[in-house]
């Protein structure tokens, strides 16, 4: 999930427009969101027939992330990076700040990504957060049903040195947390004088014995994360303009170890053409996986092959699944859009 800083690093790289401070108002000043379906494969017209039309959830914000939707509470819940906040929309309710602060807990005035990223619930079905601003991986120590900006610690530093600021997470059935730890929630980014590792890595924490291992730290971005189905291998996205690539690398000693990993797919050429990088990314039960990157959505099969993409105008960031996979929840810049989604048969 790349942040905010990154969002203008591509917008300015790319002479795209520039977007300043938006309203909640019904009407923004965005620019229009559209959505174009890219056709590879039979299967797209499958999951998004003709006819297929996105939702607009919400819109005005500064930069949308870490969509999750949670179905106890039939609830979708989104970073908005900016203003240190996480919203909740539900049916017939709309968007309303959920939580706050959501990254960033100190006093001291700062600058950059304070909010939080990635969210996603752990075994026990509580919130977890990817918070830029205090740079760890936290619990929300609260219910649920009753939000409060308390947290505990599950991640703060490999090896006494603390993290750059974690991104993006996903747990193992066997309830493990593997997660990104970009540079982008320092303020200065990578020339930031508090980064303390030398590296971007990617982690796996242990709640058994509460050990934190590197598992990767030869990537200069990576982002988004998420195990094909099997846990077999895991897929890592990596937002980097020189080396815009999504990652696959299999999955060694019980989950301790991956292997030296190699290009599940090059976004180069398209990058060429249309704005974003590889960022967050999600995987269906039956391992198609939805990631984002230039020009919206990329729709992949578990081999790599590119079936099709979801355009959307707009620079994307991250993507959620309801449970029963009917809905794909999409983060782009300041709206927060959903697209139904046809299912496969048997």
């Not at 993409?309 to 927060?336: I, P």
Request: with cysteine; aromatic share 10%.
């Amino acid at each position: 999930m790349k942040g905010y800083l990154l969002r203008l690093f591509q917008l300015a790289a790319l002479a795209l427009f520039a977007c300043g401070p938006q309203t909640r108002s019904e009407k923004s000043d965005a620019p229009p969101l559209t959505l174009e379906i890219e056709r590879n494969h039979e299967l797209m017209d499958i999951l998004f027939p003709e006819g297929t039309e996105v939702e607009i959830l919400g819109q005005g914000f500064e930069w949308t992330e870490g969509p999750l939707w949670v179905e106890k509470e039939q609830m979708l819940l989104f970073s908005e990076i900016p203003t240190n906040t996480v919203h909740r929309w539900r049916q017939g309710e709309g968007v309303r700040p959920y939580l706050q602060p959501s990254g960033y807990t100190g006093t001291a005035d700062r600058g950059g990504e304070v909010g939080s990223n990635g969210l996603l619930l752990n075994p026990e079905g509580r919130l977890v957060l990817c918070q830029h601003g205090d740079r760890q991986m936290a619990l929300m120590d609260a219910p649920l049903a009753n939000p409060k900006p308390i947290y505990q610690s599950i991640a703060d530093n490999y090896e006494g040195k603390r993290f750059n600021s974690p991104n993006d997470a996903v747990f193992d059935s066997q309830g493990n947390l593997y997660f990104t730890d970009p540079p982008y929630g320092l303020e200065k980014n990578i020339n930031d004088p508090l980064k303390e590792l030398p590296f971007q890595g990617v982690y796996r924490y242990s709640p058994v014995d509460e050990t934190i291992t590197l598992l990767v730290d030869s990537l200069s971005r990576p982002n988004g994360i998420h195990f094909l189905p099997g846990e077999h291998s895991l897929l890592i996205a990596n937002s980097d303009p020189q080396k815009p690539y999504w990652y696959v690398y299999r999955v060694l000693d019980q989950g301790k170890s991956l292997d030296e990993g190699q290009i599940f797919y090059d976004a180069s050429v398209a990058l060429q053409q249309d704005k974003g990088l590889p960022d967050g990314l999600k995987v269906s039960a039956k391992g198609i996986i939805y990631a984002t990157g230039p020009g919206g959505v990329w729709i992949f099969d578990a081999q790599g092959m590119l079936l099709g993409k979801l355009k959307v105008g707009q620079l994307t960031s991250n993507v959620a699944l309801d449970n029963a996979e009917r809905y794909l929840y999409v983060t782009a810049d300041s709206y927060v859009i959903r697209v139904p989604i046809q299912q496969i048969a048997k």
